[in-house]
């Protein structure tokens, strides 16, 4: 009944999973935003691709706290 998973199986979910993060920052963070501390209200910027590696490897630190993310707007047509 429960077959070990194929290779091909296994590739396609770890494909599935890398997909996942990228989807996610594409949606939450399309424009990328700012990291703060909110200890020492340093902050940073990063991308949409940034984002992607946060969601897969965990969110920068910052004076021993997970920094803040805040997603960019998209700037107002001129
Ligand atoms: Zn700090």
Redesign the pocket.
């Known amino acids: 009944m429960n077959q070990p998973l194929t290779e091909s199986e296994l590739d396609a979910i770890i494909r599935r999973a890398t997909t996942l993060h990228d989807a996610l920052a594409a949606h939450t963070y399309p424009n990328g935003g700012t990291l703060r501390?909110e200890?020492?209200k340093?902050q940073k910027t990063f991308t949409q691709q940034d984002a992607a590696r946060f969601f897969k490897t965990g969110w920068p630190q910052?004076?021993g706290t997970t920094m803040m993310a805040e997603a960019a707007q998209i700037s107002p047509k001129q």
């Open positions: 501390c200890k020492c340093f910052h004076h």
